[in-house]
Structures are given as C-alpha cells and as structure tokens.
C-alpha cells in the first residue's frame, strides 16, 4: 500500500513559477515508477510527467516539455518544478505510483492539489 500526499500547489501569475511535492509512505517508494497528471475543469486527465523507478528515465507531457522538471528523492519524495506557468496549466495535479510495467490506472493516487495561473 502506498499513500501519496501532494502539496505546493496554489495562485501564481502567468509567468511564475511553483514547484509541488509529493510525499510517499512505504519502505517500498523506490520499487515504483512515478508520475503527475492533471485535470483542467471540463476536460479529461492529462498526462504531465513520470519518472522511472531507478530514475534513469524521465518523460514529459508535449505540453509542459521545456517548461516543467520532474525529479524524486531519496527520502520518498518526488517533485515538479513548475516555470514559466501559463493559464492553460491550471488545473488539479495528481500524484501517481505504479509498479514498473503496470498501467497508472491500475496504481495509487494522491487526492490532487490546485494550481491557478492568473493572466
């Protein structure tokens, strides 16, 4: 069982920049893969960034490429550096873990933080 917490979400001007967290329970948090996704109110799940179990394979969402950084901890913690935001980009961002060769779908979900950028 894994549970994940999200946080540093909230209102920043287009421009700006956040950076959100997501904490993790568990000895196992380095056994799964990681990822964010985001929903935009009245649309459908967006796929923002994973990164591999080991770490060695980060990917990008087309829309966030060049703008966000996905990085993870060594103490169960993985982050997203949010720059150069756009309205476009807000949303609720959600945190996910899977085991490597699964589907999201099938891992575990933090409950989601806001984010708003302002034009």
């Known amino acids: 069982q894994v549970q994940l917490v999200e946080s540093g979400g909230g209102l920043v001007q287009a421009g700006g920049s956040l950076r959100l967290s997501c904490a993790a329970s568990g000895r196992t948090f380095s056994s799964y893969d990681m990822g964010w996704f985001r929903r935009a109110p009245g649309k459908e799940r967006d796929f923002v960034a994973s990164i591999s179990a080991n770490g060695d394979s980060v990917a990008y969402g087309n829309s966030v490429k060049g703008r966000f950084t996905m990085s993870r901890s060594n103490s169960n913690t993985v982050y997203l550096q949010m720059n150069s935001l756009k309205p476009e980009d807000t949303a609720v961002y959600y945190c996910?873990?899977?085991?490597?060769?699964?589907?999201?779908?099938?891992?575990?979900w933090g409950q989601g933080t806001q984010v708003t950028v302002s034009s």
């Open positions: 996910a873990a899977k085991v490597p060769g699964t589907i999201w779908n099938s891992g575990y």
